[in-house]
Nanobody
C-alpha cells in the first residue's frame, strides 16, 4: 500500500500564494504518476494537475495554467503544488493522488483545505 499525507493548506487572500505538499510512504516504488485534485463545496472532485513520477512535465486543468506549478522530489517521496495568484474560486479541499502499478490501484490522501478570501 501507499500512504499519502497532504499539508500546506490554509487561509489566504486573493492574489496570494500557498505551497501544498504530499508526502508518500509505503510501497512508493510502485508509483508511476501523481496528481492533485480538488473538491469545492457542492461540486464534484476535479483534476487540477499531474506529473509522472520521476518526470518534470506537468499537466494542468486550464483554469490553473500559468498560476499553479506541480513538481516532485523523488528523493523525499514528496509531491508539491505551488499555487500563485490565488482566486476565491480556487477554494476547495485539495487531494493528493498516486497511481500505482499495484493492479492499477489509485491511492488518495485525506485532503487539505485551501480557502481564498476576496
Amino acid at each position: 500500500q501507499v500512504q499519502l499525507v497532504e499539508s500546506g493548506g490554509g487561509l489566504v487572500q486573493a492574489g496570494g500564494s500557498l505551497r501544498l505538499s504530499c508526502a508518500a510512504s509505503g510501497r512508493t516504488f510502485s508509483i508511476y504518476n501523481m496528481g492533485w485534485y480538488r473538491q469545492a463545496p457542492g461540486k464534484e472532485r476535479e483534476f487540477v494537475a499531474s506529473i509522472s513520477w520521476g518526470g518534470t512535465n506537468g499537466y494542468y486543468v486550464d483554469s490553473v495554467k500559468g498560476r499553479f506549478t506541480i513538481s516532485a522530489d523523488n528523493t523525499k517521496n514528496t509531491l508539491y503544488l505551488q499555487m500563485n495568484s490565488l482566486k476565491p474560486e480556487d477554494t476547495a479541499i485539495y487531494y493528493c493522488n498516486a497511481a500505482t502499478t499495484e493492479r492499477g490501484h489509485n491511492y488518495w490522501g485525506q485532503g487539505t483545505q485551501v480557502t481564498v478570501s476576496s
